[in-house]
């Protein structure tokens, strides 16, 4: 078989063997899954998981309203840190299921990060019921697996 032939015969069957372009997700595109960390998501929203290229993504949202929009792993990075008070209307640190969360208030928007699991949310409640909703599926998050990040005073 020449080479010409052979490479033509890969090709097709590389062709073949590709699904379509519709049933192939794409990045960004939306698909249904799990909420991350169990989270409970409150009556009303829906999650959607997005495709990333090396975190993990999606979004919370009411009606075809985005509330939350999430990125986890470890490039993901920390997006709240102690340095950020002076940038925040509101600052809070607290402990949840053995690792330290973040939330950070500023402009109508809550950024909230996990750090032993580098989790970022970013969130736009369109009011105080919708901001108490976040705040009680930002509450419900519990990752599989904590890893310490941070040495214990």
């Given at each position: 078989?020449?080479?010409?032939?052979l490479?033509f015969?890969?090709?097709?069957l590389?062709?073949?063997l590709?699904p379509p372009?519709s049933a192939?997700?794409t990045?960004?595109?939306?698909?249904?899954?799990?909420?991350?960390?169990?989270?409970?998501?409150?009556?009303?929203?829906?999650?959607?998981?997005?495709q990333?290229i090396?975190?993990?993504?999606?979004?919370?949202?009411?009606g075809?309203?985005?509330?939350?929009r999430?990125?986890?792993?470890?490039?993901?990075?920390?997006?709240?840190?102690?340095e950020?008070k002076?940038?925040?209307k509101?600052?809070?640190?607290?402990?949840i299921?053995?690792?330290?969360a973040?939330?950070?208030?500023?402009?109508?928007e809550?950024?909230?990060?996990?750090?032993?699991?580098?989790?970022?949310?970013y969130?736009?409640?369109?009011?105080?019921a919708?901001?108490n909703?976040?705040?009680?599926?930002l509450?419900?998050?519990?990752?599989?697996?904590v890893?310490?990040?941070?040495?214990?005073?």
């Amino acid at each position: 078989m020449s080479c010409t032939r052979l490479s033509f015969s890969l090709a097709l069957l590389f062709l073949v063997l590709l699904p379509p372009a519709s049933a192939a997700q794409t990045a960004g595109e939306k698909a249904e899954g799990p909420p991350p960390g169990n989270m409970q998501i409150v009556p009303g929203y829906q999650h959607r998981r997005l495709q990333g290229i090396d975190t993990s993504v999606g979004e919370i949202l009411k009606g075809d309203r985005v509330v939350i929009r999430y990125d986890i792993g470890r490039l993901a990075g920390l997006h709240v840190t102690p340095e950020d008070k002076a940038r925040c209307k509101h600052y809070e640190e607290k402990r949840i299921s053995g690792q330290t969360a973040r939330y950070c208030f500023r402009d109508h928007e809550l950024t909230a990060t996990f750090v032993q699991t580098s989790a970022n949310f970013y969130a736009t409640p369109a009011d105080d019921a919708e901001l108490n909703d976040v705040l009680i599926m930002l509450d419900s998050y519990r990752p599989y697996r904590v890893i310490p990040k941070e040495p214990k005073p």
